[in-house]
């Protein structure tokens, strides 16, 4: 192998990369100089005048910073310590698990109880957090969380279980990130009266909703091929008239507000 011949390859692949993330940061920071923020009064008032429920946050400032981290590529000593199943590695990245004995996860009551599963049988389950479960076609979706903040809807940091109609689990399928770490300079932190502001000012919250809380967590940034950068983000839960929840997303630095694809999990769940 020519190593002067590949060293001089990384340093030119990494080169590019980082110029990229800084046209890509010039770029998000052009558009949120040229976002049009209406003030503190309009907002207030256009909470009274539809009627939206929002009790406003206490809030420290303080500083973030993008994150990075590696997509895990599941070894044999890692599934050496997983019992009561069979694996199918997908590109290393996937694990796709099916249960030698099915493990009951919901009791007859019809509670859900996964931390037992979690903590048993998957790989650090205990950094998987219960997002969304699906009673008609029996799964749960579950994102990873660094630091007890979420990582919301990147396919890499996701696990996905199935059940059979006795309430026991058949199979999962797990993806993880590790090697977590700050990426770039620390930035201010906007609030949570800057997130609910950000979805007021384009007319996002429907009258006569609620807001019932919002989280910190992160979304993807950039995605690669084995890296990922991801973006401090304020979710937002609100609840409607009807009862339903409604989730939006805010980048916690730029203030825009971030769309997924209303299809996404049911793509990773097929």
Sequence with gaps: MDWNRTKTIFII????????????????????????VLGKTSVEDTLRLENITYEPIPFTKKEVSYLSAHVVTFSNDDLKKLTNQSFVLVEESRLLSHMKKSVKVIDDKGEYNFEEFLGKYVLKGEDYVLWDVNEEDQNAVFFQQVKNETIFYSPNAMLIMHWDKDGKVTHYEQRMLDEFSSFNQKKNLLSQDDAVSSLVTRSLLK???????????????????????????????VKLKDGTIEQ????????????????????QIE
């Design 13 to 36: 692949v990494f080169s590019i990369l980082n110029v990229f993330l800084y046209w890509l940061y010039l770029d998000r920071q052009l558009d949120v100089g040229n976002m049009q």
């Design 207 to 237: 009258p006569d909703s609620t807001v019932m809380q919002v989280k910190s967590g992160y979304s993807t940034l950039v995605q690669l091929t084995e890296t990922q950068v991801f973006a401090p983000t304020w979710n937002v839960q």
């Design 248 to 267: 939006h997303f805010v980048n916690a630095i730029e203030g825009k507000v971030i769309e997924f694809q209303s299809d996404m999990l049911e793509e």
